[in-house]
Structure formats: structure tokens, C-alpha cells
């Protein structure tokens, strides 16, 4: 006999059993005949239709553009991309990784694998931004590695982030059950910390990123987050939330929303309270960003978190106060990338989809003839 860890031969649930994404039995078959989770499994092949390469875009450019940009402009974009290439940096070793333990869905298998491969290449994609974009690139690397407050606003999360990967480590040497509760609650709450990583600090950042590609500037960087956006905006908060969903029908994930309902809460007001505080940041010693405002930023960022809150079903504190109009109406346009209609001709075109035709005609013989 195999090690069940390795291949359960004696699984038995592959048509009932419990409906939880995470405590099945040991997996065996990679099963696509029985499709309990349809929506994830349906993510996970959009995901593979939005595929492109990090060497897609030509940076070069930007290299005279950091040169003869306003300094201002030029540091608040190095400072942006301390953040998206850590927070990506991080996202891409603590999805599939840390959470491989506690599977036991095969469509979840396959859309982590995915998406980690996605963040993967988002996180090559900022390093080759730098890379191509500066004369040296590792004075750029330690001056990135030197925004403290970019650290900073990775803290919220890092904990539980932290927690789940300690625990899914003894949950695959034997030193856990998967059906406790406690083990289960590690797997629940990575899902909700990466939930609030990808719509709230992940489109906070965005903005500052479009905001320059607005006025024309950095547009080569510009472009490729847009393809990075689309990722996140389509695929990665959606998987998020249809996790959760279907967690939150069974007892388990009652159960773990219940009993760390505080501690989510404290996470999302610290994590909401950095991302203010990192607006503060951007705009010290009068440093501005063009055609945007402190308090329309800040706005922003608090009805990219209104989401959250209204998704996990927690009251949003009264100090936040979301705009009822969209704070930030250019993101309307650079969050739907088919909105953008340029020709290739006049920019890098991030507008396709890769294995979205079927030849369906296989054996069909044509009355006409040709």
C-alpha cells in the first residue's frame, strides 16, 4: 500500500462526504469526473486563459523617465513598487505552499497552483521593472528594501500569515489533525488575510500606480500592473471570496468565523489604519500625486475595505467614511482592462486571452462546396 499521505488508495468520499475545501480525506485520484466546486474550478481555467509573460512589456523607457520625471513622481513610484513587489513577493511562497497541507478539493489544488504561479510571475514582473529601469539595479533593490513603511504595511496580515504556516508544517508532519478545529481555523483565516492583502492594500497600491500612468508618465509600468490588476481584481479576490463562500456554509467555517471574529476584526482596522497612515506617507514634504488628492486617496482606500467588511458580514468602524461616488474615478477605466482600446501601435496592448477558441469541427463534413 501507498503512504495515504502520498496517495490514499482506501478514499472513499469522492461523491459525499464533507463539503469543506480543506478536511476531506488524504486526497487520492485527481478527481474531475465529481465537481463539487464548480465556481473555483471554472477560476482556476480562466486564470489559465489570462496567462503573459513578465518579459512581455519593454521598461526601457522608464529608465530615462526616472531620470527626467519630477523627483517627487520618481520617488512615490520606486516607493509603490517596494511594496508590490514585496507584497507579491510574499503572496507568491505563502499560497499553495502553506496551504497544500490542509487541501483535500482537488479544483482548490489546481486554482492555487495556479494563482501561486500567477504571483510568481507578478513578482518577477516588478523585479524585472527594476531591473531594466535603472542604470543599477541592486542600489534600486536596497533602496527598496529600506522603505520601512512599506514593511509596515505588511504587518497586519504577516501574523496570521505566520501562524497558518507554522501549523500547516505539523499538520503535515503528523504533529496535527486535520479535523480539529484549531487546524482548521489556520487554513479559514490565511483565506481571509489574503482576501484583505489582494482588495484592499493590493488596489490601494494600484491606484498610486495608475494615477501616474494617468498623466501619460511610466507607461510601460503602468501597463504591465494593469495586466497584474486584472489578475487580482478577476481571478484572485474572486477565488478568495468563493472559498470563503462555501466555507462559511458548512459548521467549520461557522465556527472559525465565530470564534476569531475579534481577531479578524482587529486585523482589518490595523491593516485599514496602515494603508491611511501609508497615504500620509506619500504625500510628506509636499509630494503629490497628479490630479488625485490625500482625501480622495484615502477614500479610496476606504471603499476598496467596505468590500471586506460587507463581504465577511462585519460592521465597518465609524471612523472610516467611504465616499458614496467613487473616490477615484480613473480606476474605473484601469481596473476593466477592455475598456482600454489602444492600438498597438501607440502602447503595449495587455488586452487578450490566451485558449478562449475550440475547434469544434472535428468530423463534421460540409454540405457546400468550396
Not at 519593454?58 to 513598487?81: H, Q, S, W, Y
Not at 534600486?140 to 497558518?164: F, H, N, P, Q, Y
Not at 471586506?308 to 461616488?325: R, S, T
Request: net charge negative; with cysteine; hydrophobic share 40%.
Amino acid at each position: 500500500m501507498l503512504p495515504s499521505n502520498v496517495f490514499n488508495t482506501a478514499k472513499s468520499d469522492y461523491t459525499d462526504g464533507p463539503v469543506s475545501l480543506f478536511i476531506g480525506q488524504d486526497p487520492g485520484l485527481f478527481d474531475t469526473v465529481n465537481r463539487r466546486h464548480p465556481e473555483i474550478w471554472k477560476l482556476y481555467k480562466t486564470m489559465k486563459s489570462l496567462d503573459w509573460d513578465e518579459i512581455e512589456f519593454d521598461f526601457a523607457p522608464c529608465n530615462v523617465e526616472f531620470k527626467t520625471r519630477p523627483e517627487g513622481m520618481a520617488k512615490t513610484m520606486i516607493a509603490t513598487l517596494a511594496w508590490q513587489w514585496e507584497g507579491d513577493s510574499v503572496a507568491a511562497r505563502m499560497l499553495l505552499p502553506v496551504m497544500a497541507p490542509f487541501i483535500t478539493s482537488p479544483e482548490l489544488q489546481a486554482a492555487y497552483g495556479r494563482v501561486t504561479d500567477n504571483e510568481v510571475l507578478h513578482a518577477a514582473t516588478y523585479s524585472e521593472i527594476v531591473r531594466n529601469s535603472f542604470d543599477n539595479p541592486n542600489e534600486v533593490l536596497e533602496e527598496v528594501l529600506s522603505v520601512k513603511e512599506a514593511m509596515l504595511r505588511l504587518k497586519g496580515i504577516t501574523k496570521i500569515m505566520s501562524d497558518s504556516y507554522r501549523i500547516s508544517h505539523e499538520l503535515a508532519l503528523g504533529m496535527r489533525r486535520r479535523d480539529e478545529q484549531s487546524t482548521y481555523d489556520a487554513a479559514f483565516k490565511l483565506v481571509v488575510a489574503g482576501l484583505i492583502l489582494e482588495r484592499i492594500q493590493f488596489m490601494a497600491s494600484f491606484a498610486v500606480t495608475f494615477a501616474i500612468g494617468e498623466v501619460g508618465a511610466f507607461m510601460p509600468i503602468a501597463k504591465s500592473v494593469q495586466k497584474i490588476a486584472q489578475d487580482e481584481l478577476e481571478i484572485h479576490v474572486e477565488l478568495g471570496k468563493a472559498v470563503l463562500r462555501n466555507e462559511l456554509q458548512t459548521e467549520w467555517g461557522k465556527r472559525a468565523l465565530e470564534g476569531n471574529y475579534q481577531e479578524l476584526v482587529d486585523v482589518l482596522e490595523e491593516v485599514v489604519d496602515s494603508e491611511l497612515s501609508w497615504c500620509d506617507f506619500l504625500y510628506k514634504d509636499g509630494s503629490h500625486l497628479p490630479g488625485v488628492t490625500l482625501k480622495s486617496l484615502k477614500g479610496w482606500v476606504m471603499q476598496c475595505a467596505r468590500d471586506v467588511y460587507a463581504f465577511l458580514g462585519i460592521q465597518m468602524p465609524a471612523k472610516y467614511n467611504p465616499p458614496a461616488e467613487l473616490a477615484l474615478p480613473f480606476m474605473k477605466e484601469w481596473m476593466n482592462i477592455s475598456l482600454t482600446q489602444a492600438s498597438p501601435q501607440e502602447q503595449q496592448n495587455g488586452q487578450y486571452k490566451v485558449n478562449t477558441t475550440r475547434r469544434d469541427d472535428e468530423g463534421v463534413v460540409f454540405a457546400d462546396d468550396f
